[in-house]
């Protein structure tokens, strides 16, 4: 049974910096592609940032570049987003994504290329 639960919202103000967790179990494929997306109340999933799976290759929403770094370590099988200088408009649920592929430098853009979804985390950002 495949498990993808995300760890480490909260509240903060403007400028402020939050670090989120992921962590799958039961995959039991060789390899897997990872993301994050988050949606805002009224809108639609989209993509934040994704990870190939030897962590090579990554890619980012361009609201997220500069400010977001996603990583991942594939011996404690995690997956991370340390977001910093956030900003209101960052305020909504992140939700952590696993996609299977063996192939290692390929990261994954789209909602419904992943397999896999966490419940959510909730990161709001005050001004």
């Known amino acids: 049974q495949v498990q993808v639960v995300e760890s480490g919202g909260g509240l903060v103000q403007a400028g402020g910096s939050l670090r989120l967790s992921c962590a799958a179990s039961g995959l039991t494929v060789r390899g897997y592609a990872m993301g994050w997306f988050r949606q805002a109340p009224g809108k639609e999933r989209e993509l934040v940032a994704a990870i190939s799976w030897s962590g090579g290759s990554t890619g980012y929403a361009d609201s997220a570049k500069g400010r977001f770094t996603i990583s991942r370590d594939n011996a404690k099988n995690t997956l991370s987003l340390q977001m910093n200088s956030l900003k209101p408009e960052d305020t909504a649920v992140y939700y952590c994504?696993?996609?299977?592929?063996?192939?290692?430098?390929?990261?994954?853009?789209?909602?419904?290329?992943?397999?896999?979804w966490g419940q959510g985390t909730q990161v709001t950002v005050s001004s």
């Open positions: 994504a696993a996609k299977i592929s063996e192939n290692g430098n390929t990261w994954y853009a789209y909602v419904a290329s992943y397999d896999y």
